[in-house]
């Protein structure tokens, strides 16, 4: 995506990070574990940097950040932390080539530093312990290595580090979503023995959604009318519409989320009473598609006698495959261009609550 791909300034960089090393931030997110799991095993199990500048603050060389590799890779692989610790310093294997000598000190490997964007296919040892990853982010296998481990507190850091980093819209685009269906095509392909890996994965990334909409302050936008985000009758998957409730709050715009499986009658009086801008129906698969609601909500006037209004609806999800159910409605093909459309809808919508009423 614009602005993400950073492959372009690796050579550049590289001489400098080998002369002053590379701060423990940077080299937790190319490795994709949090910062604390770096500062625990230095303090721990030795595995930290030669040197610190200033006495103080870890750099890390190539040859420090080789001993990391090899320390995720044997974790990863279910060995215990302290046995990948020696291992790892003992050395981080034949492959790895040698830096020239320091006057005084012995040669070091160096293992080229895996770019921020794209990583080798997930079947290489350490990449995620067996999650079917394709070609993702190194951040998704290091969130996919939290998982598997149930490893609530890295999980934790590492949504809250990228969406401070990233943004929210490319962090679930690039990172969660990636993630979460690569736990669950390992859940569906042995035997329901990763659905606690699943379940604890989504409630993290639900937590992390909802952080970002707690913090986004109130701006001038939320006077607009609200936007109304529902799961169609039967439809239990929520997380796409906490991504777009989080989304909303940081443009500060209202909305009002009613979560999964809201009941045709339940929706048919929040319309009323709310009267929004548009209303957003998520169906995750086809079965779930509610065509009759979708028309009925789309048909659904409120507002004062002789000033009636309606809501635009938006058709979210891969369920709604195919022609909508009828003409304007509209169906947003992600995250970003659903919020870009929300936005241009609340605008109009407060734009004409705020003018003068039009005479023929």
């Not at 044997?74 to 020239?100: D, K, Y």
């Not at 569906?188 to 379940?199: C, M, N």
């Amino acid at each position: 995506m614009g602005g993400m791909d950073e492959s372009a300034e690796q050579p550049a960089e590289q001489p400098a990070e080998a002369a002053h090393g590379v701060t423990t931030g940077a080299v937790a997110r190319r490795l994709g574990v949090a910062p604390t799991t770096l500062r625990s095993w230095d303090r721990r199990y030795g595995i930290g940097p030669a040197a610190r500048e200033d006495g103080r603050h870890r750099r890390w060389t190539p040859g420090d950040i080789a001993v990391l590799q090899e320390m995720c890779r044997l974790t990863s692989s279910g060995v215990p932390p302290a046995e990948a610790a020696r291992a790892a310093r003992a050395g981080s294997g034949p492959a790895a080539a040698a830096a020239p000598a320091v006057p005084g000190g012995p040669a070091v490997p160096v293992v080229p530093v895996a770019p921020l964007v794209h990583a080798a296919p997930a079947r290489q040892p350490g990449s995620g312990n067996g999650l079917p990853f394709g070609q993702v982010r190194q951040e998704c296998r290091g969130l996919g290595r939290a998982a598997v481990r149930l490893d609530s507190p890295t999980m934790d850091e590492m949504l809250g580090s990228l969406i401070s980093e990233y943004g929210l819209v490319t962090t679930w685009e690039e990172v969660m979503v990636p993630t979460l269906h690569a736990v669950g095509r390992k859940w569906e392909t042995s035997g329901d023995q990763y659905v606690e890996v699943e379940h604890l994965l989504s409630w993290h990334v639900s937590t992390a959604l909802r952080r970002v909409s707690i913090a986004a302050p109130a701006g001038p936008r939320a006077a607009a009318p609200p936007i109304l985000l529902a799961c169609v009758p039967g439809e239990q998957h929520t997380l796409p519409l906490e991504a777009l409730a989080a989304g909303l709050a940081e443009l500060g715009l209202p909305a009002r989320m009613f979560g999964a499986a809201v009941p045709p009658e339940a929706l048919d009086q929040a319309v009323r009473r709310t009267g929004p801008s548009a209303v957003v129906l998520w169906a995750q698969a086809r079965s779930t598609a509610h065509h009759a609601l979708a028309r009925h909500i789309a048909d659904t006037a409120w507002g004062v006698k002789g000033a009636r209004a309606r809501s635009t609806v938006l058709l979210a999800g891969p369920g709604w495959a195919g022609p909508p159910p009828a003409p304007g409605m509209l169906r947003p093909g992600g995250l970003r261009e659903a919020l870009a459309l929300l936005c241009g809808l609340c605008e109009t919508a407060a734009a004409a609550a705020g003018a003068p009423p039009q005479r023929p």
